[in-house]
């Protein structure tokens, strides 16, 4: 397992890298307005996507027993299965993404629209589309533990691409070419997907028996794939629609530091998920509590660690990356690194949730859309971007750390609403005392001033040191944290 996520580790940092650049050299050489016309439209296509119900969740979940059995009849079913829908969701979002070219205007608050969107859009959507061609086959993949194989089929296709629309945008500055090569990296996916699938995976064999089971759970995944959308996927076109593209250029690049930092968190996260899947099905709900405790009390810390950090370094990346003007008030990229906070944390817990199938608590996604939604569209009104950061916030803290665990605790682990206070009760207690503990060690501690990368490094090695020291040194009190240490020393 450390191998896979090393191997994730390097290429999530050289993908982040070439993100970065392209980030700052679409900036220079396209401008800040096209920056944001093409992170408006990732938005809008996670909308149209919305057509995918969850039915990666639900088809992994459907995989983890048969090929933990080694179930081939069943394997296939599923297979099968998979592969009807994904192709109904193909021409579905081909077909209906390129009809929605027309009202694409809407969510620019520019009226003066240049035609040449009308063709990005149909670009993007292409692109979109041609990644459910062959989605199933990563689906199986992973389930089946061959993370490694995936992650280098992805990050491979991913930096070779990616390096070629940084020689596009410097050398043609063409926004037409870059997007070509978004449908370019699909179709390598697509090759070499297709060449272990016929290599490994000959068993699975065509067959018209379905398993119901998939689409009985896409009934209820399918708020919770609106949900994410909603909380996820609407700041971008609120910043678009009510304040500008040129804003949303600049707090996209601070999401891109955000979701770097998010993604660091998903290497183990993701390497862990099919293996939680697996723990799940061959163990009793005691053990599982177990195991949920260590991994979320591990996830708090590391959730923690990269917060504050970030926190403390951000504004100065923002600086030598892009350039003082593309910086945003204290208190913005405050509420932008509680939103981090929460991003990174809520992932444990929708892993156990989504590995023990439970998808009936349809409700709350429900809930979570529409606190979101609400209070983001009022608070743009009066507090502009801070407004639609907030109203994340407090669909974040009202369900995905009070109503969903509690949930979670009393249907996956049979625990009560007590057992959650005790837990959580004492991991409110460790970020208070963490966070005014690091505060005031580091208050004793002189910064370098930032003038160059190397100055930037220099501070994000104390900072991170001594935050990784104090908050390890206060996690300590709990018994949880301290079996960790115990099981990793073995």
């Excluded at 444990?348 to 979570?368: A, H, Q, V």
């Amino acid at each position: 397992m450390y191998k896979v996520i090393f191997l994730n580790f390097i290429l999530t940092f050289f993908i982040s890298f070439l993100s970065f650049l392209i980030n700052k050299y679409f900036a220079i050489y396209l401008g800040i307005e096209n920056l944001g016309l093409m992170k408006l439209f990732t938005q809008l296509l996670a909308y149209l996507n919305v057509v995918e119900i969850g039915l990666l969740t639900a088809s992994a979940y459907a995989l983890y027993k048969p090929l933990s059995e080694k179930n081939s009849t069943q394997i296939s079913i599923v297979i099968n299965t998979i592969a009807s829908l994904y192709n109904k969701i193909f021409l579905f979002v081909l077909i209906v993404g390129l009809l929605l070219n027309p009202i694409i205007p809407f969510f620019i608050k520019d009226k003066i629209v240049k035609k040449s969107i009308y063709l990005y859009w149909s670009l993007y959507v292409i692109s979109s589309a041609l990644n459910y061609s062959f989605i199933k086959y990563s689906i199986l993949f992973t389930a089946d533990q061959k993370f490694k194989f995936v992650r280098l089929v992805q990050g491979g296709s991913k930096i070779f691409c990616q390096v070629l629309q940084i020689f596009v945008i410097i050398k043609l500055q063409s926004f037409f070419i870059f997007i070509l090569f978004l449908i370019l990296d699909n179709i390598i996916q697509c090759i070499f997907y297709k060449i272990h699938y016929k290599k490994y995976y000959s068993y699975i064999v065509k067959t018209k028996i379905k398993d119901k089971s998939i689409t009985k759970n896409l009934k209820n995944l399918f708020w919770y794939k609106i949900a994410g959308l909603v909380v996820f996927n609407t700041d971008l076109i609120l910043i678009s629609k009510f304040i500008s593209l040129e804003v949303v250029g600049i707090y996209a690049s601070y999401q891109m530091i955000v979701q770097m930092v998010i993604t660091v968190v998903n290497i183990v996260l993701n390497v862990l998920k099919p293996k939680v899947g697996k723990f799940i099905a061959e163990n009793n709900k005691k053990e599982v509590l177990k195991y949920y405790k260590k991994l979320d009390i591990l996830f708090l810390l590391i959730s923690l660690i990269f917060s504050y950090t970030t926190y403390n370094l951000i504004n100065k990346f923002i600086i030598l990356w892009l350039g003082e003007k593309y910086i945003l008030p204290d208190l913005t990229v405050f509420l932008i690194i509680v939103n981090l906070f929460f991003q990174s944390f809520r992932r444990i817990i929708d892993i156990f949730k989504e590995g023990s199938g439970f998808f009936e608590d349809i409700y709350t996604p429900i809930l979570e859309a529409i606190i979101n939604f609400i209070s983001s569209i009022i608070l743009v009104q009066y507090m502009g971007l801070n407004g639609v950061i907030i109203g994340t916030i407090a669909s974040n803290i009202l369900i995905t750390c009070l109503l969903k665990p509690i949930l979670v605790f009393k249907r996956c682990f049979d625990k009560g609403i007590k057992d959650y206070i005790k837990i959580y009760g004492n991991y409110l207690i460790l970020i208070i005392i963490s966070l005014l503990s690091c505060n005031y060690i580091l208050s004793f501690i002189p910064l370098k001033e930032v003038i160059s990368w190397f100055d930037w490094v220099i501070n994000g090695v104390i900072v991170g040191s001594v935050s990784l020291i104090i908050m390890v040194t206060i996690f300590l009190s709990n018994k949880d944290f301290r079996d960790n240490l115990k099981y990793l020393k073995r």
